[in-house]
């Protein structure tokens, strides 16, 4: 099967939206990163790493948007995927945990 719910199609998503995130382009990224969270939700459920990335990735974007509060949200569910499904030393899990320590020392600061 292949098409706009394949996991391929859903990867290019995130790949484009990632360079729309890179050139600052945000408004063309998130609807893409969202497009691609509801895929991955959809074909691998919401218990895998592939969607706890797909959170991550729009974690990253909407603190570089500034809405931290939302981001903050994303980052904690993408932690909780990556804890259940025994990740803790893959690359994302430590990415996660170092954003989320960065929200705490803007927060208390």
């Known amino acids: 099967m292949r098409g706009k719910e394949h ?9 484009l939206a990632g360079l729309y995130q890179k050139m600052g382009n945000y408004g ?8 691609n969270k509801d895929i991955v939700e959809k074909v691998m459920e919401k218990n895998h790493p592939d969607y706890a990335a797909c959170l991550q990735n729009l974690g990253a974007l909407l603190g570089s948007m500034g809405n931290f509060e939302k981001s903050e949200m994303f980052y ?16 994302s899990m430590q990415i996660v945990c170092t954003v989320l320590q960065s929200f705490i020392e803007i927060w208390v600061n």
């Open 28 to 35: 063309k990224a998130e609807p893409l990163f969202l497009e």
């Open 76 to 91: 904690l569910e993408a932690q909780s995927i990556f804890e259940k499904c025994s990740a803790r030393s893959i690359p």
């Open 7 to 15: 996991p391929d199609y859903a990867n290019s998503l995130d790949l």
